[in-house]
Structures are given as structure tokens and as C-alpha cells.
T-cell receptor
Framework: AQKITQTQPGMFVQEKEAVTLDCTYD???????LFWYKQPSSGEMIFLIY??????QNATEGRYSLNFQKARKSANLVISASQLGDSAMYFC??????????FGAGTILRVKS | GAGVSQSPSNKVTEKGKDVELRCDPI?????LYWYRQSLGQGLEFLIY????????KSGLPSDRFSAERTGGSVSTLTIQRTQQEDSAVYLC??????????????FGPGTRLTVL
């Protein structure tokens, strides 16, 4: 079974609008963490935001926020006020047992001017 | 810079040859990870080193793959008798010690391996 599912292979958003990238996960570990990484065309992986399974509030980091719905096992990334530089591949990842990350297949985001 | 560095950035080899990929983690990071990113397979965990503990090798795809970490710092990923399906970008990451919580992994630029 897929541990991390990102159902949107590609998304388009108009510059300055908000966009939501979906992520659902599957784990039996009560203690886990969810990460979002951005991978521009240059290839580097850039950490965006983290949500712990016991965190009471949704994580926010600048224009990034995480819509964490634990009962639904979803951790969607919301990017507000999209910029052209946000065009990239976005990966959702989960840390469960130990520290290794399990990644989803990714979503390619294209911001239109 | 103070980030994770990897070498070489690109490696082209012939099928059947051995290759070594190097990773220099961020100074002070005791945890080091190798991942592989390939078309059709996405990002896959390969191996994880944490301090002096035995490495977690659960992601290595075959016994042709091995990795070591010398002196708790530099790591080398070795692929013996390379196959065309080994073609991928190999990413190294490092993090501070500890398990659980927000243990952010910092990634290197990757090594693009092409097996002809």
C-alpha cells in the first residue's frame, strides 16, 4: 500500500492566487511527522514546512501552511499569493519509524503570469 | 558553503563497472541519509547512518549496493557491477541527531548517474 499519496500529478495556478496541493498518508505509528519539500528545476530539495502528529495547530511558514486533518490522514500544503518562483515539483514526505523519509510521487506546480 | 556537498555531480559509466559516490554532510550533523530519485520510482530511501549505531540498510535494492561512513562524517555509496536500471539521481541528506520531532533533513545537489 502507498504510504504517501499525492493525487495531483500537475497543477496550474494564476500568479497571486492561492493553491492547495493534496497529500494523504497511511501509517500505524502514532508518532510521525509530515514534511513538504520543494524541488525546482535545478534539482535541489528545499524544506518548506513540518507537521508533527501530536501538534495541535496547523503549521505555518510564511506563505506556506499545512491543512492537517489527522482523522482523514491528510496533510495538504497551501501556498498563498503564488509567485512565478513557486513553479517547481513539490513532495510530501512522512517520517515514521526512525528518521528515514517516505516520499510521495510529487506534484508539479506551474504558476502562470 | 556550509551545505551538504556531493561529488561527482555527474557520472557516466558503462554497464558492469563499479562506481563510488561521495557525500560530505553539514558539519555537526550526526545523521546521514542516501536516497535515489529515478523516473517511475520517485524518491526512494536507501540507507541511513546515525552516529555510531548500525546503519539502517533496509532500502538498499540489492547486494550490489553498499555504503560506509568514515569518522562519522563523509559517506561513500558504492554500486558494484552497475546496471542500466541504476541510472538515477542519488541524493544525500544530513540532519542533527535525534529521532522524532522536526528533524529537518538538508539535501545535497545530488549525483546524476547514467549507466550506458
Amino acid at each position: 500500500a502507498q504510504k504517501i499519496t499525492q493525487t495531483q500529478p500537475g497543477m496550474f495556478v494564476q500568479e497571486k492566487e492561492a493553491v492547495t496541493l493534496d497529500c494523504t498518508y497511511d501509517t500505524s505509528d502514532p508518532s510521525y511527522g509530515l514534511f513538504w519539500y520543494k524541488q525546482p528545476s535545478s534539482g535541489e530539495m528545499i524544506f518548506l514546512i513540518y507537521q508533527g502528529s501530536y501538534d495541535q495547530q496547523n503549521a505555518t511558514e510564511g506563505r506556506y501552511s499545512l491543512n492537517f486533518q489527522k482523522a482523514r490522514k491528510s496533510a495538504n500544503l497551501v501556498i498563498s499569493a503564488s509567485q512565478l518562483g513557486d513553479s517547481a515539483m513539490y513532495f510530501c514526505a512522512m517520517r515514521e519509524y526512525g528518521n528515514k523519509l517516505v516520499f510521495g510521487a510529487g506534484t508539479i506546480l506551474r504558476v502562470k503570469s | 558553503g556550509a551545505g551538504v556537498s556531493q561529488s561527482p555531480s555527474n557520472k557516466v559509466t558503462e554497464k558492469g563497472k563499479d562506481v563510488e559516490l561521495r557525500c560530505d554532510p553539514i558539519s555537526g550533523h550526526t545523521a546521514l541519509y542516501w536516497y535515489r530519485q529515478s523516473l517511475g520510482q520517485g524518491l526512494e530511501f536507501l540507507i541511513y547512518f546515525q552516529g555510531n549505531s548500525a546503519p539502517d540498510k533496509s532500502g538498499l535494492p540489492s547486494d550490489r549496493f553498499s555504503a560506509e561512513r568514515t569518522g562519522g562524517s563523509v559517506s561513500t555509496l558504492t554500486i558494484q557491477r552497475t546496471q542500466q536500471e541504476d541510472s538515477a539521481v542519488y541524493l544525500c541528506a544530513s540532519s542533527l541527531a535525534g529521532s522524532g520531532g522536526r528533524v529537518e533533513q538538508f539535501f545535497g545537489p545530488g549525483t546524476r548517474l547514467t549507466v550506458l
